[in-house]
């Protein structure tokens, strides 16, 4: 299949470097990854007009990958998506060989450690499925790529499909959307969300189980925050069931871009900032889950359901439980120790380091200082 384009106002065939700089920017609507703590952690644009974003690297540190579609041409109607059927919009797709090559080409000019691919649907979805997996194809058994592959897994994919992606790819996503079938059905009148999502996450959590086959792929998936009119503790909740009951490695959160979908859908009103920090918070609660030790329990909401927006969910928890504290420093196990504003994992394993060799007299000894020092000596005994 060879990549096409097509739009009134266009008076000449593109080539494939101006149909990655088309579907790359198309793919920053899929914002996974967007959000972070500094800038090595968030996506930027290079220079060419590519997204490029962060991953974890296997033995630590840092590096990027190129993340674009492979077709933004879609049958699907998701009311959030600018790309959705029936959008006036630049079309166009590039072929797997095509791909393979120009990516080769980032790779050998190291500029990009991994790909990203992703794609609207074109037909069906395993046809597109099949698009992808070939471009996978190529890069690992023709050229002997054992780099970083990320594969979007579609919408509604049969479970061949799906286990042809998982003997390609380093990790997989199923982009979850919303919590629950009531939301979901608010954004599409296409996909079915039990049949088409939820059986694809199942079916790739059992796929990928330690000891199975796969278990070296990971599984993320992403919330689309504010698209629909859910509350920020049904996603939290699912956001939990999706790490205890299907083991996903990450779940992301990207903030509805208001402007870009449908006008019927129910989407998020507040003003952008607002939006933003809803998804930051909900990072926030997705760290306290993998890192800290946090349960569902421990999340506070509003009355209707709601985040807080002025205030860090575990600074929240620490003066919702006063008797709590103060913690002893030279005492507390590292699990409580996470629980004092202004200590994360890093500074608690330098705390328990520390303590063995002597006193500690201030949170700078374990390299806390500036306003999480105040906070830590608010909720912290030295003495």
């Not at 000449?12 to 198309?26: G, M, Y």
Request: net charge positive; with cysteine; charged share 30%.
């Amino acid at each position: 299949m060879k990549g096409t384009c097509g739009t009134p106002a266009i008076l000449h065939a593109p080539d494939t470097r101006e149909k990655l700089e088309l579907l790359s920017e198309a793919s920053q609507y899929d914002l996974a990854c967007a959000c972070g703590t500094n800038d090595r952690d968030r996506r930027h644009r290079g220079k060419d007009g590519t997204w490029l974003y962060p991953v974890a690297l296997p033995r630590g540190g840092y590096s990027v990958m190129l993340k674009t579609l492979l077709s933004n041409a879609c049958v699907n109607d998701c009311g959030y998506c600018p790309y959705r059927t029936g959008a006036d919009v630049r079309r166009c797709t590039i072929a797997p060989e095509d791909m393979a090559r120009v990516f080769l080409d980032y790779v050998r000019a190291d500029k990009v450690f991994g790909l990203f691919l992703s794609s609207g649907v074109i037909g069906s979805p395993d046809h597109t499925m099949e698009l992808m997996n070939a471009t996978a194809r190529i890069l690992r058994r023709t050229h002997a790529f054992r780099g970083y592959i990320h594969l979007k897994v579609l919408p509604g994919a049969s479970d061949a499909a799906i286990e042809e992606t998982l003997s390609l790819a380093s990790a997989v996503s199923v982009n979850i959307e919303t919590p629950g079938e009531e939301r979901f059905a608010k954004l599409s009148t296409r996909k079915r969300y039990l049949q088409d999502i939820i059986r694809p996450l199942r079916r790739i959590s059992a796929l990928t189980a330690r000891g199975e086959r796969y278990a070296r792929v990971k599984q993320t998936t992403q919330f689309i925050v504010g698209a629909s009119d859910e509350t920020d503790a049904e996603i939290v909740k699912y956001t939990h069931a999706l790490y205890e009951r299907l083991r996903l490695d990450r779940v992301y959160f990207s903030a509805y871009q208001r402007g870009l979908g449908a006008p019927e859908i129910p989407g998020e009103r507040a003003p952008e900032a607002d939006m933003l920090m809803r998804e930051h918070r909900l990072y926030q609660v997705d760290f306290l889950f993998r890192k800290y030790g946090f349960g569902l329990g421990d999340i506070l909401f509003d009355a209707g359901g709601k985040l807080s927006l002025g205030e860090d969910p575990k600074q929240l928890w620490a003066d919702a439980h006063p008797g709590f504290f103060p913690v002893d420093i030279h005492a507390a196990p590292r699990e409580t120790l996470l629980r004092i504003p202004g200590i994360g994992p890093a500074a608690a394993d330098r705390i328990i380091a520390l303590r063995a060799r002597g006193r500690l007299r201030d949170p700078a000894d374990f390299k806390v200082r500036g306003k999480r020092r105040e906070r830590v000596l608010r909720y912290a005994r030295f003495e």
